[in-house]
């Protein structure tokens, strides 16, 4: 009776295995990973959805998709994207909450060393890591007007993406679905969240069952984020008293848009005490790659995808530009030259794992030849923005009752938390719960301030820009816990 309950729950195991992606495409599940040796630790399947790019044809959309190790069938389905504009969300899988390590290549000719993630965010969800907009890492079209895009079109581009995925996977359609992400994916994520949400009431189908979203160090306001660098760079100690005393006096509390010549040299005070710093953690060492110390580039980078002149119709945020690079260029991207990256950040795993031909055979993505080089921020998307504050957005969603979770890294210099701290306060909630700390394995990982209509804010100590990448036992704490609903 025994052997016989034992082979009914076996049997029973193997049938969930089996359907748990019963209705994948063919040729999506990936059965071995170059650099990876041992069993899989659930299902994982990737390729392309193509969508019609009228009139200018089809954009190729590169997803990846890890099950749940907890319970595929019923865990929630969790869509990530990386920010840039134009960063690939490989940046999360490899280097954040992805279901591997990478271990550094033992030679030029070697491929990285995967070894299972402990605090990957699959061990809770079924995780989907899309690379947008076309253009962006595998993602690519035949037509390189594709690459022309912008806040509602990339939104409207990943709606129809969802779409089509639903319907290539209708078994997760009954599942929860959340959107996440971080950076500039605080554009990314509110815009796609309403139009996801806007399709629902008009009826399209697959009807997909959104829940809410999560953003991570997220742009959301020119005038909240343009102004929290100087208080931050003080509270943090990196400025003088007679800096930010001076910053005050002159640019009266407009730090992102300055408007007067004191407040623009009393601001570079400002931006070259911080210079040299790593700027997606500033308790964290800046890489620097052997041929840009040669060439004397450190954080502001002579080749840069982000130039003053091109950030400028990206909702005309100066400040960003401030924030990252002091000679009006952002250095977000590395270019098609091997020899220039992102500064402080060394991507030579990714980049090394994700051009072997080997790798993307395995993942089903386009050679080379076909899809191009995969950067950790692409060159070739032309990108505009057209939203200035996501502010309404954050109040809409949340009015009709979805959830969020604005979280935040506090040594982040990039997007600095007493900008987002500021923008979810100026909602106007209720505050259900008084600034406090959260724990993790019994130590403070950070605070919290929890607001009605479903919204938390929360900081995560000692934390940069790509939470899960510096904190990730921690970030999966409060990932797993916001997912169950349970208080973190």
């Not at 960063?87 to 390590?101: A, K, L, M, Q, R």
């Not at 815009?191 to 009431?201: C, D, H, Q, Y």
């Not at 031909?357 to 050679?367: C, F, L």
Request: glycine share 8%.
């Amino acid at each position: 009776m025994k052997l016989l309950s034992l082979a009914c729950c076996i049997a029973f195991s193997l049938v969930l295995c089996v359907t748990a992606v019963r209705a994948a495409p063919a040729g999506s599940l990936i059965t071995n990973l170059p650099g990876f040796e041992g069993r899989l630790p659930s299902q994982h399947h990737a390729g392309y959805v193509s969508i019609n790019g009228k009139p200018t044809g089809k954009k190729n959309l590169f997803y990846y998709f890890v099950a749940s190790q907890r319970n595929p069938s019923k865990d929630p389905v969790v869509l990530w994207l990386n920010g840039g504009p134009g960063c690939s969300s490989f940046d999360g899988f490899v280097y954040e909450h992805g279901p591997f390590n990478f271990q550094a290549r033992q030679s030029k000719e070697s491929l990285p060393k995967l070894q299972l993630n402990p605090y990957s965010w699959s061990k809770v969800s079924n995780m989907l890591y899309l690379d947008s907009p076309c253009g962006v890492g595998l993602s690519y079209s035949d037509n390189p007007k594709n690459y022309a895009t912008g806040d509602f079109q990339t939104a409207a581009d990943t709606h129809t993406f969802l779409l089509e995925w639903f319907e290539l996977y209708p078994e997760f359609l009954s599942n929860p679905f959340y959107i996440s992400g971080e950076s500039y994916a605080g554009v990314y994520v509110p815009t796609l969240a309403s139009t996801v949400a806007k399709g629902i009431k008009d009826g399209q189908e697959p009807v997909i069952n959104f829940k809410g979203y999560l953003v991570g160090n997220g742009v959301a306001d020119d005038f909240y984020d343009g102004n929290a660098l100087v208080p931050f760079a003080f509270g943090m100690g990196l400025i003088s008293s007679n800096i930010f005393e001076d910053c005050q006096k002159t640019c009266k509390g407009n730090y992102g848009n300055p408007t007067s010549k004191s407040c623009s040299e009393n601001l570079n005070k400002v931006y070259e005490a911080l210079s040299g710093l790593n700027p997606y953690d500033i308790l964290e060492p800046c890489y620097q790659y052997t041929s840009a110390v040669k060439e004397n580039k450190s954080e502001s980078m002579s080749s840069s995808f982000m130039t003053q002149k091109r950030f400028t119709r990206i909702s005309g945020r100066r400040w960003f530009v401030r924030a990252l690079g002091r000679d009006g260029r952002v250095p977000l991207t590395s270019q098609a030259e091997a020899t220039v990256h992102v500064p402080c950040i060394n991507d030579d795993v990714a980049t090394a794992w994700l051009n072997d031909e080997s790798v993307r055979k395995a993942i089903h993505a386009a050679p080379t030849s076909v899809a191009g080089p995969w950067m950790i921020c692409s060159d070739r998307v032309d990108y505009s923005g057209d939203v200035d504050s996501l502010i309404p957005y954050h109040k809409n969603l949340t009015s009709q009752g979805y959830r969020a979770l604005i979280y935040s890294g506090d040594h982040d210099r990039v997007i600095p938390f007493t900008g987002t701290q500021a923008w979810t306060r100026s909602l106007g909630y209720k505050i259900v719960e008084q600034w406090r700390s959260w724990l993790s394995n019994k130590q403070v990982a950070g605070y919290l301030q929890a607001y009605d209509k479903n919204l938390t804010f929360l900081t995560i100590k000692g934390a940069g820009h790509m939470v899960p990448q510096y904190k990730p036992m921690e970030a999966l704490d409060f990932y797993s816990r916001w997912l169950d609903g349970k208080p973190i």
